[in-house]
C-alpha cells in the first residue's frame, strides 16, 4: 500500500463547500487535519496511506504530544463528520478519517474516501498557508478566516448573526451579542490581521435595535516576498516561471 509522509509543502487546498457545511475542529484536531493537507498535491487522484513519526508531526505543527494526548485526538478525529445542508429535506453525513495507528512511535492514518471531493481534484477551492493558521489559538478565529478568505475575491461577506453562532456552535454563554462580539468577531478579526494574508474589518447591520448581521471587508495583507515566491514555486512544480529570449 503507497505510503506518504509529511512534507516541507505548507500549502493545503479545502473545498468551500466544505468550509461552509458544518464540521468543528479544535486546535488539536485542526493542527494535525491541516498538516496532513499539505502532503496532498493537486494532481494527487486519491488518498494514501499518510506515515509519519510523533517527531515529525511535532516538528510541523511546533506542538509537543503525549501518547496518551496524541490517541485521545486521534480517536476524537475518528468520530468527527462532515455535514453539508442543502436545504431543509436534503442533506449529506461524511466521515472525516477511516483509521489511525500508533506503533513504534510510528503514526499512520487515511483520510475516509467520502472526502475526496473536497480534498482531491479540485477545480475551485481555498489555499491556505498553514504557517498562517497554527499561531492563531482560538477555533473561532480559525474557522471565521477560511470563512472569509473564501469570499477575499469578492471584498466582503455578510453574516447573520444567528445563522453564524450557529455555524460556529458557540455555547450559550456567547449567545449573548455583546459576549458574541467580544470574543469571537473582535478576536477573529485581530487574529486573522495579525497571522494571516488577510485584513479584514466588519460593520454592524442594525435595522433597528439588534444587531441582525455584520459585513466584513476583506483585503489582502501585506506579504513579503518570500512568501509570494514560495506560493508561486508549490504552485507551478516544475514548470518555467519566466521567458526569455535564453530560454527558447
Given at each position: 500500500?503507497?505510503?506518504?509522509?509529511?512534507?516541507?509543502?505548507?500549502?493545503?487546498?479545502?473545498?468551500?463547500?466544505?468550509?461552509?457545511?458544518?464540521?468543528?475542529?479544535?486546535?488539536?484536531?485542526?493542527?494535525?487535519?491541516?498538516?496532513?493537507?499539505?502532503?496532498?498535491?493537486?494532481?494527487?487522484?486519491?488518498?494514501?496511506?499518510?506515515?509519519?513519526?510523533?517527531?515529525?508531526?511535532?516538528?510541523?505543527?511546533?506542538?509537543?504530544?503525549?501518547?496518551?494526548?496524541?490517541?485521545?485526538?486521534?480517536?476524537?478525529?475518528?468520530?468527527?463528520?462532515?455535514?453539508?445542508?442543502?436545504?431543509?429535506?436534503?442533506?449529506?453525513?461524511?466521515?472525516?478519517?477511516?483509521?489511525?495507528?500508533?506503533?513504534?512511535?510510528?503514526?499512520?492514518?487515511?483520510?475516509?474516501?467520502?472526502?475526496?471531493?473536497?480534498?482531491?481534484?479540485?477545480?475551485?477551492?481555498?489555499?491556505?498557508?498553514?504557517?498562517?493558521?497554527?499561531?492563531?489559538?482560538?477555533?473561532?478565529?480559525?474557522?471565521?478566516?477560511?470563512?472569509?478568505?473564501?469570499?477575499?475575491?469578492?471584498?466582503?461577506r455578510t453574516f447573520?448573526?444567528?445563522?453564524?453562532?450557529?455555524?460556529?456552535?458557540?455555547?450559550?454563554?456567547?449567545?449573548?451579542?455583546?459576549?458574541?462580539?467580544?470574543?469571537?468577531?473582535?478576536?477573529?478579526?485581530?487574529?486573522?490581521?495579525?497571522?494571516?494574508?488577510?485584513?479584514?474589518?466588519?460593520?454592524?447591520?442594525?435595522?433597528?435595535?439588534?444587531?441582525?448581521?455584520?459585513?466584513?471587508?476583506?483585503?489582502?495583507?501585506?506579504?513579503?516576498?518570500?512568501?509570494?515566491?514560495e506560493l508561486i514555486?508549490?504552485?507551478?512544480?516544475?514548470?518555467?516561471?519566466?521567458?526569455?529570449?535564453?530560454?527558447?
Amino acid at each position: 500500500m503507497e505510503q506518504t509522509s509529511l512534507t516541507e509543502r505548507n500549502y493545503f487546498r479545502q473545498s468551500g463547500a466544505l468550509l461552509n457545511g458544518r464540521l468543528t475542529l479544535n486546535k488539536s484536531e485542526s493542527d494535525i487535519v491541516y498538516a496532513l493537507l499539505t502532503v496532498i498535491t493537486k494532481e494527487d487522484e486519491d488518498f494514501k496511506d499518510y506515515k509519519f513519526t510523533k517527531s515529525e508531526l511535532e516538528r510541523k505543527i511546533g506542538v509537543k504530544l503525549d501518547t496518551d494526548q496524541l490517541r485521545k485526538t486521534a480517536r476524537s478525529l475518528m468520530s468527527k463528520v462532515a455535514e453539508l445542508k442543502y436545504n431543509k429535506e436534503d442533506w449529506e453525513i461524511f466521515s472525516l478519517f477511516s483509521y489511525f495507528s500508533y506503533k513504534n512511535s510510528v503514526i499512520t492514518c487515511r483520510f475516509d474516501k467520502a472526502m475526496k471531493p473536497f480534498y482531491l481534484q479540485l477545480q475551485q477551492y481555498v489555499l491556505a498557508d498553514l504557517r498562517h493558521i497554527l499561531p492563531i489559538k482560538s477555533e473561532y478565529s480559525r474557522e471565521m478566516y477560511f470563512l472569509l478568505k473564501e469570499r477575499a475575491k469578492f471584498g466582503s461577506r455578510t453574516f447573520d448573526v444567528e445563522e453564524l453562532m450557529t455555524h460556529l456552535k458557540v455555547p450559550k454563554s456567547l449567545l449573548n451579542y455583546a459576549d458574541f462580539k467580544r470574543k469571537v468577531l473582535n478576536q477573529a478579526k485581530n487574529d486573522i490581521i495579525k497571522y494571516t494574508d488577510l485584513k479584514v474589518d466588519f460593520e454592524e447591520i442594525k435595522p433597528i435595535r439588534k444587531v441582525t448581521g455584520v459585513t466584513f471587508t476583506i483585503k489582502k495583507n501585506d506579504q513579503d516576498l518570500k512568501s509570494f515566491i514560495e506560493l508561486i514555486r508549490e504552485q507551478h512544480t516544475n514548470e518555467l516561471l519566466f521567458y526569455s529570449k535564453d530560454n527558447r
